[in-house]
């Protein structure tokens, strides 16, 4: 019994001895395996972390050349459906007429890439039926911009010429609906580039307004013409001898200036500087200024590569735009539709005027994302023909 108690107590203390042992060894084991477990979920995680900035950086840089980012490349027919029924869901006031109800703040939410401000400045051309709906019983009226809209922009402004095609769509357009080009350039220069009687011409961004020399016999039954001559309205007709004064100063004083160029048109001044090398821009814009500082009544803007110098008087292409209404007796009548297409910053503010009456469509000429106050887009003088050419058919068939 002595030896079986000794033995039991001996292999009781190796027993513990074996369990302290692997106990130790087990816990050094998984110490040195959870270390090695720990480096390789922070390595993991850094590479997760490194692959996840490198893809939202690589997205920004898509999204800023112009490309379409597609976050599911899976989607099911339905959500195709219902992305598209959220596109056009963005215009119905537009297309129930009422332009007021939409919020200023939309224009200023302005997309990268062309696709994604499609989505709030949808082509009209893409939705052009939708456009027409409940037209029948309204007037439409047309109103054109000329460069950007009906002619490519060019280096030399005096080669802006349009198409024949253009021109005949246009006139097309005139033959049903009353239309009138408001350009920023002078009226008669614009006119002489047009080729068209049937119109309604308005130079100097509205400053210099004519009616057509001829009736329009579809659709015009109010023209102003008297023995077959327009009548004029010139609200900076009392600008004229010092606009000639400025236009003096500046042809001097450019005179150093390799590719700048000088376009009197009549009621305001733009000098020219797309052929003007980028480090001379900054010399040519302080020249421009010192001019201006000693005829305060007048003021510059910048449009696309060219410097307006125009009177400092409350008119643009939005009163010219609300004076064709009322010439043509429209001016408080909801039974008409003006459509205006144009692509420069001074376009904006026609388009402004009928955001503001709540009726009409506007159209902005742009390949690229940009802020405006149009509702709808087209994005270069070609769409601008098919549209003009299809506006121009559907009033045929109806």
């Known amino acids: 019994l002595s030896l079986l108690f000794s033995t039991i107590i001996f292999l009781l203390i190796l027993g513990k001895a074996a369990t302290t042992k692997c106990t130790t060894t087990l816990q050094s084991f998984n110490k040195t395996h959870y270390r090695r477990f720990q480096l390789k979920m922070k390595h993991m995680l850094f590479l997760l972390i490194t692959f996840k900035i490198i893809k939202k950086k690589l997205t920004k840089l898509r999204e800023r050349m112009g490309f379409q980012t597609t976050h599911n490349t899976k989607k099911s027919k339905d959500d195709s459906n219902n992305a598209h029924e959220q596109q056009h869901s963005l215009i119905p006031r537009a297309l129930n007429l009422t332009h007021h109800n939409l919020t200023t703040n939309n224009t200023k939410f302005i997309h990268s890439g062309y696709d994604s401000w499609l989505v709030t400045h949808p082509s009209a051309l893409s939705l052009f039926d939708k456009m027409m709906e409940g037209v029948d019983e ?21 080669r802006a010429f349009m198409s024949d095609e253009m021109r005949a769509a246009v006139s097309e357009v005139a033959t049903y609906f009353p239309t009138a080009i408001i350009s920023g350039r002078g009226r008669e220069k614009v006119k002489d580039f047009v080729k068209l009687n049937n119109l309604y011409y308005a130079g100097s961004h509205g400053m210099d307004i004519m009616a057509p020399s001829v009736p329009i016999n579809q659709c015009d039954k109010t023209t102003l013409h008297t023995n077959g001559n327009g009548v004029p309205f010139q609200p900076a007709k009392k600008f ?42 900054n010399v040519l814009e302080e020249k421009v200024k010192s001019v201006l500082e000693k005829y305060p009544l007048f003021c510059m803007t910048e449009g ?16 010219a735009l609300e004076y064709f209404l009322e010439t043509l007796g429209l001016s408080n009548s909801n039974n008409f539709l003006p459509l205006y297409i144009g692509d420069d910053k001074t376009d904006e503010d026609a388009f402004k005027v009928i955001r503001s009456r709540g009726q009409g469509y506007s159209i902005i000429v742009s390949s690229t994302p940009r802020e405006t106050c149009a509702l709808y887009s087209l994005r270069d003088p070609s769409e601008v023909l098919m549209f003009l050419s299809r506006l121009a058919k559907w009033r045929k068939r109806s």
């Open 138 to 158: 309204k007037r439409i009226v047309v109103f054109l911009d000329y460069d950007g809209t009906l002619s490519p922009i060019v280096n030399d402004p005096d």
């Open 240 to 281: 004229l001898p010092a606009i000639q004064e400025i236009l003096k100063r500046l042809e001097n004083v450019i005179k150093g200036i390799e590719g700048a160029s000088i376009e009197d048109n009549q009621f305001c001044i733009s000098v020219h500087f797309r052929q003007v090398h980028e480090k001379d821009y």
């Open 304 to 319: 696309k590569k060219v410097m307006e110098i125009r009177p400092s008087i409350k008119w643009n292409k939005g009163n």
